[in-house]
């Protein structure tokens, strides 16, 4: 039975930092394509980040690059997501995800990713 769960979200001021963990069990983080994905209110759901197996293969998306950054930790089976320089248009609902897809390229789209965690909310104001 996998499990993903997420913390570190908040509520913070416009230009500060968060990191988001995701505590997997149940599930090798590091072997298989993982991500971060996020939902605001009203809009669809979007993927920001994703890492296979290492810092090299960490990607994200241009709007969020030189401020997001994706990691992972074997070790503690643990999935990150750094977020500075926060602004406004962060504000929304992060989500990890895992799926059985191997990297180094993975997709962000949600639908190949079979497991989600509850959700952690981020705050900017």
């Known amino acids: 039975h996998v499990q993903l769960v997420e913390s570190g979200g908040g509520s913070v001021q416009a230009g500060g930092s968060l990191r988001l963990s995701c505590v997997a069990s149940?599930?090798?983080?590091?072997?298989?394509?993982m991500g971060w994905f996020r939902q605001a209110p009203g809009k669809e759901r979007e993927g920001v980040a994703t890492i296979a197996s290492g810092r090299g293969s960490a990607y994200v998306i241009d709007s969020v690059k030189g401020r997001f950054t994706i990691s992972l930790d074997s070790a503690k089976n643990t999935l990150y997501l750094q977020i500075d320089s926060l602004k406004p248009e962060d504000t929304a609902m992060y989500y990890c995800a895992a799926s059985n897809v191997l990297g180094p390229y993975c997709t962000l789209g949600p639908s190949r990713y079979n497991y989600w965690g509850q959700g952690t909310q981020v705050t900017v104001s």
């Open positions: 149940g599930y090798t983080v590091g072997r298989y394509c």
